[in-house]
């Protein structure tokens, strides 16, 4: 969510930055679920990205939300540039691509619903502008001159440190789409577990997730496209990152790594200053050369840690972040597969033992191949396919324990939301083969027959 954070006042004490993150500490009863996807919009017509204004744009879908939905308006000066309503909110990643930022909720019944509610809503503004939205990891045509910048002051900035840092920091921002969940934990105990798991399974997230094998309007080599440009755009600031398999690792030791990600920006009475490439150490000590002689709040901190793009992070929860954007069923599947391995104690630990040797090459090894090869990735023996059916074996197995029924009780728990996921695997398929097949078999090599095929 790209939007200023609310953390807290002045941060007077190092410490006060691991108590922050800390303090999302919540007994498993007050767990929550919060699902985020994003997805591109374009004009029907001629089948180029929305515009932020006029009346086929970003700003005409915002207003009609506004107007016919109940959203409530943010605004960035005289831009608006969001909108929120019940604990989500709709805001605008750099190339245009709309994103929900969903509410923390207790089921994946309730979280499913939210996706399917906001896609009607979204859907039936973009009907009457003859726009349309579709979910894909990365644009299958687009190039970088075709993807208008959203007029939101954290993007002008990273913009032009993204050319200095990485080789696809721009591609990044104005051609990637992402769907991920937002989960809680109990402990520091507890957090340094899920995010070992976190770290170890997102290849097996990103090869049931893999629908990116377009860019530049032609196939690539890669299953997910988006998953190697993430791994391109900032050596700082990404990654899979091994010292959370270290002894000793915790809150604090997280802390030493955010506070040394190069900062990009602190907000200000409603604007952006320019802090790109600057220490947050420093601004710890009122050293900042943007701010000098001021000391950062925990909104500040909050913001900060919103600038770090590992595979998963940590903020008051745990993020998982390493699947491609995709069609509606893969929104409701993805918090389903997360939800399934780490809230039951059981299914956590089974996931835990699974992984737990894996050296850092295998587990980076096994990332890189699962964005190439998808389900068909091999590392050391670790044959993909084979690994996704044990971890969708303990996924299923933690969503049956937990017991969430839907509405009225006629759905008994949360396990059909993997069905997408088991198909997958019991076909060896993920969505970008099936993209491939029908580029080859069914669009005689025409992408402009995705957006048809594929929209929402």
């Given at each position: 969510?790209?939007?200023?954070?609310?953390?807290?006042?002045?941060?007077?004490?190092?410490?006060?930055?691991?108590?922050?993150?800390?303090?999302?500490?919540?007994?498993?009863?007050?767990?929550?679920?919060?699902?985020?996807?994003?997805?591109?919009?374009?004009?029907?017509?001629?089948?180029?990205?929305?515009?932020?204004?006029?009346?086929?744009?970003?700003?005409?879908?915002?207003?009609?939300?506004?107007?016919?939905?109940?959203?409530?308006?943010?605004?960035?000066?005289?831009k608006l540039i969001?909108?929120?309503?019940?604990?989500?909110?709709?805001?605008?990643?750099?190339?245009?691509?709309?994103?929900?930022?969903?509410?923390?909720?207790?089921?994946?019944?309730?979280?499913?619903?939210?996706?399917?509610?906001h896609l009607d809503?979204?859907?039936?503004?973009?009907?009457?502008?003859?726009?349309?939205?579709?979910?894909?990891?990365?644009?299958?045509?687009?190039?970088?001159?075709?993807?208008?910048?959203?007029?939101?002051?954290?993007?002008?900035?990273?913009?032009?440190?993204?050319?200095?840092?990485?080789?696809?920091?721009?591609?990044?921002?104005?051609?990637?789409?992402?769907?991920?969940?937002?989960?809680?934990?109990?402990?520091?105990?507890?957090?340094?577990?899920?995010?070992?798991?976190?770290?170890?399974?997102?290849?097996?997230?990103?090869?049931?997730?893999?629908?990116?094998?377009?860019?530049?309007?032609?196939?690539?080599?890669?299953?997910?496209?988006?998953?190697?440009?993430?791994?391109?755009?900032?050596?700082?600031?990404?990654?899979?990152?091994?010292?959370?398999?270290?002894?000793?690792?915790?809150?604090?030791?997280?802390?030493?790594?955010?506070?040394?990600?190069?900062?990009?920006?602190?907000?200000?009475?409603?604007?952006?200053?320019?802090?790109?490439?600057?220490?947050?150490?420093?601004?710890?000590?009122?050293?900042?050369?943007?701010?000098?002689?001021?000391?950062?709040?925990?909104?500040?901190?909050?913001?900060?840690?919103?600038?770090?793009?590992?595979?998963?992070?940590?903020?008051?929860?745990?993020?998982?972040?390493?699947?491609?954007?995709?069609?509606?069923?893969?929104?409701c599947a993805l918090?389903?597969?997360?939800?399934?391995?780490?809230?039951?104690?059981?299914?956590?630990?089974?996931?835990?033992?699974?992984?737990?040797?894996?050296?850092?090459?295998?587990?980076?090894?096994?990332?890189?191949?699962?964005?190439?090869?998808?389900?068909?990735?091999?590392?050391?023996?670790?044959?993909?396919?084979?690994?996704?059916?044990?971890?969708?074996?303990?996924?299923?197995?933690?969503?049956?324990?937990?017991?969430?029924?839907?509405?009225?009780?006629?759905?008994?728990?949360?396990?059909?939301?993997?069905?997408?996921?088991?198909?997958?695997?019991?076909?060896?398929?993920?969505?970008?083969?099936?993209?491939?097949?029908?580029?080859?078999?069914?669009?005689?090599?025409?992408?402009?027959?995705?957006?048809?095929?594929?929209?929402?």
């Amino acid at each position: 969510m790209s939007i200023p954070q609310s953390g807290g006042g002045p941060v007077e004490r190092y410490e006060q930055l691991a108590e922050y993150i800390e303090s999302g500490c919540k007994p498993q009863q007050d767990w929550r679920i919060g699902t985020e996807h994003e997805k591109f919009g374009y004009c029907k017509d001629t089948l180029k990205p929305l515009p932020y204004d006029g009346e086929q744009s970003i700003v005409a879908i915002l207003e009609g939300l506004r107007m016919r939905h109940g959203w409530q308006p943010l605004h960035e000066g005289d831009k608006l540039i969001g909108l929120q309503k019940d604990n989500a909110n709709i805001s605008l990643e750099p190339g245009g691509q709309l994103e929900l930022s969903g509410a923390p909720l207790e089921t994946i019944h309730e979280t499913c619903d939210e996706v399917n509610s906001h896609l009607d809503e979204v859907k039936d503004i973009a009907d009457q502008i003859n726009a349309g939205f579709i979910g894909l990891g990365a644009a299958p045509i687009w190039k970088h001159e075709d993807v208008p910048m959203m007029p939101k002051g954290r993007y002008k900035l990273m913009d032009a440190y993204m050319q200095k840092v990485g080789s696809m920091g721009r591609a990044m921002m104005r051609r990637t789409c992402t769907v991920q969940v937002n989960l809680d934990f109990s402990s520091e105990t507890d957090m340094v577990k899920k995010l070992r798991v976190a770290f170890s399974l997102q290849p097996v997230a990103t090869a049931l997730f893999a629908n990116s094998p377009f860019f530049e309007g032609r196939p690539i080599k890669y299953k997910s496209w988006r998953s190697h440009i993430w791994r391109h755009l900032d050596a700082d600031r990404t990654g899979m990152l091994s010292f959370i398999f270290e002894d000793g690792f915790g809150f604090e030791r997280w802390v030493d790594y955010a506070i040394n990600v190069p900062m990009y920006f602190v907000y200000r009475d409603g604007h952006y200053v320019d802090a790109l490439g600057q220490s947050f150490r420093d601004f710890m000590n009122k050293e900042l050369p943007a701010l000098p002689g001021q000391m950062p709040t925990l909104n500040d901190w909050a913001d900060h840690l919103t600038t770090i793009f590992p595979e998963a992070r940590i903020k008051k929860f745990i993020e998982m972040r390493g699947a491609d954007g995709g069609p509606w069923r893969r929104l409701c599947a993805l918090p389903a597969f997360w939800v399934g391995l780490i809230y039951n104690q059981t299914a956590l630990d089974a996931a835990y033992d699974l992984t737990k040797n894996w050296s850092q090459e295998t587990r980076e090894a096994l990332q890189k191949s699962a964005s190439i090869h998808g389900l068909q990735a091999e590392i050391e023996g670790i044959k993909l396919l084979e690994l996704s059916h044990q971890v969708l074996e303990i996924a299923e197995f933690g969503l049956v324990a937990r017991g969430k029924t839907g509405v009225g009780g006629l759905v008994q728990d949360e396990t059909h939301f993997l069905n997408a996921l088991k198909e997958s695997v019991e076909t060896g398929k993920t969505p970008a083969d099936d993209l491939l097949h029908h580029y080859y078999c069914d669009w005689n090599e025409d992408l402009m027959s995705i957006y048809d095929a594929y929209s929402y």
